[in-house]
């Protein structure tokens, strides 16, 4: 049995993970910021789950474009390095001559290397971690040409938010979304 101190397991959230529970939270229940008309961002996840359908395209009137840069930090690992010693063992051998009574036995040893190699912790090296992917997102006004679904935020490829800059605020604009809120 336990003991109850190893037991109990410790759950430690990070800040970046605490932060997208918040708003899935906030979305679900609703916010008193938010009207209930309008559409809550969507944190993550796949176009199943916001909603859309892989392979449908969006139509609307260009409003705003955003782009949020990638965000690295740095970060350390243990640096494993091979360490070998030479070791030597004692290697038995026999040999016989002779048949029956006249059988004769001789013993004799012999050392043998080998090389004996184990991974050890020898300092630190660094890294660069991704903490926030980059994404690119555009948000539409009178989407599927219906005027009371403004200002909805969709998640794009790098080519379509190209593209979306190259278009004049209200213009037309359509395109597949990789997911819908930014």
Not at 147 to 171: L, M, N, R, S
């Amino acid at each position: 049995m336990r003991s109850a101190k190893t037991s109990t397991a410790r759950i430690r959230i990070g800040p970046a993970l605490t932060a997208g529970l918040l708003a899935a939270l906030l979305s679900a229940c609703g916010s008193p910021a938010a009207p209930s008309g309008s559409a809550a961002p969507v944190v993550g996840g796949s176009p199943a789950d916001s909603g859309l359908r892989d392979g449908t395209t969006v139509s609307g009137l260009r409003d705003d474009i955003r782009h949020i840069t990638r965000k690295t930090a740095t970060g350390t690992r243990p640096r494993m390095v091979e360490r070998c010693t030479t070791r030597v063992r004692k290697v038995k051998h026999t040999s016989s001559t002779g048949k029956g009574g006249t059988r004769k036995t001789r013993t004799w040893y012999t050392d043998d290397s080998y090389k004996d190699c184990k991974k050890i912790q020898q300092g630190t090296r660094s890294y660069t971690r991704v903490v926030r992917r980059a994404r690119w997102c555009v948000e539409l006004d009178n989407v599927g040409g219906n005027p009371a679904k403004d200002d909805v935020w969709y998640e794009v490829e790098a080519a379509v938010h190209h593209k979306a800059t190259q278009i004049e605020e209200g213009g037309k604009l359509s395109f597949t979304p990789l997911r819908r809120g930014c």
